[in-house]
């Protein structure tokens, strides 16, 4: 399908380099899109909303001066659980934010707000009854959230999800799970994705906000290392063994839901800060390069195995 207006030709690849929690700052989001690729962030990543004004304009003013730079985009938590929703909400329709990626809820309203100054919505969902309820809020993108995926990630197959969201839904479509490579990025592509929507890789990359324990996880761990639990954040979600172990608890026998890491430090964001979350792509990332240098490389990759289709027909 095609991309929206104020994304179609302005990407080098199909990648969006995805909003992670105390992860993605000002400078992993500039130089993603300076390298051709959406970069995002989420808005709690600063503490207040004069903070994430702050963010927005000092985004805005570096890709202002490279005509050439990707556009942008911001997460906001849809939820009545987050008191700065709204105040957020009006600091993307003030910046004009290209894109609001939005969770936990799709919201009608929202979406005409953004559309009211060009900007476009794409919603994550892990499951076909959210997609439809973002379909009839007027998203113009549904983010699928499957399997292997970093975050409060879905259980589904691609080859199960995709063609299923597919029948029902033709706009942007972006796909997420376990996509570390540009070889993953054009199997996305081929599956039918219109962007292939990139977390963990980008963890591992010097602009990254992650300290550099949690980027030496990365790099000596495999897909064996990540376990699915709700215990951390009280909502299922992928996270590395060893940090689980290195705030006492055993990941291989975790309490329950009620009794998790979350209820023991009191709210999201202290469960978060050190038990890290990635995705299951983690063994085929081995070093910490640059944005600039790993989106040359994606480039590459993805264009050979584009090249390399035909030849397996």
């Known amino acids: 399908m095609p991309l929206p207006p104020n994304l179609e030709g302005r990407l080098r690849?199909?990648?969006?380099?995805a909003p992670m929690f105390l992860v993605s700052g000002p400078a992993l989001v500039v130089s993603a899109c300076k390298a051709g690729v959406l970069g995002?962030?989420?808005a709690l990543n600063q503490r207040s909303s004069a903070g994430f004004d702050?963010?927005?304009a000092e985004i805005g003013s570096a890709l202002a001066?490279?005509?050439s730079a990707a556009p942008y985009g911001v997460n906001l938590i849809v939820h009545r659980t987050n008191p700065r929703v709204d105040a957020d909400l009006a600091l993307c329709v003030k910046h004009k934010v290209p894109v609001v990626i939005t969770s936990l809820g799709a919201v009608a309203d929202l979406v005409k707000e953004v559309?009211?100054?060009g900007g476009v919505v794409f919603h994550d969902v892990i499951n076909?009854?959210?997609a439809e309820k973002a379909a009839e809020a007027g998203v113009d993108g549904l983010?699928?959230?499957c399997a292997g995926a970093g975050g409060h990630a879905g259980t589904y197959s691609p080859f199960a999800f995709l063609p299923e969201i597919r029948r029902f839904f033709d706009k942007t479509v972006l796909l997420a799970g376990a996509i570390s490579d540009g070889r993953s990025v054009a199997a996305a592509r081929v599956l039918g994705a219109d962007l292939a929507y990139m977390g963990t890789r980008f963890i591992a990359t010097k602009e990254s906000l992650a300290v550099n324990g949690f980027k030496e996880m990365i790099l000596a761990g495999n897909a064996a290392d990540v376990v699915y639990t709700p215990a951390i954040s009280g909502i299922h979600?992928?996270?590395l063994k060893e940090s689980i172990r290195s705030v006492g608890l055993d990941p291989d026998n975790l309490p329950t839901q009620g009794q998790g890491y979350k209820a023991k430090v009191g709210d999201e964001q202290k469960a978060w800060k050190h038990v890290w979350s990635a995705g299951q792509g983690i063994g085929s990332i081995d070093d910490v390069p640059s944005v600039p240098e790993l989106v040359d490389r994606l480039e590459r990759e993805y264009l050979a195995a584009l090249a390399d289709v035909p030849s397996r027909r």
């Open 13 to 17: 690849i199909p990648v969006v380099a």
């Open 40 to 42: 995002t962030f989420p």
């Open 54 to 56: 702050d963010w927005l």
């Open 65 to 67: 001066a490279v005509p």
């Open 115 to 117: 559309h009211g100054y």
């Open 128 to 130: 076909r009854r959210h």
């Open 143 to 145: 983010i699928l959230v």
């Open 237 to 239: 979600g992928s996270f």
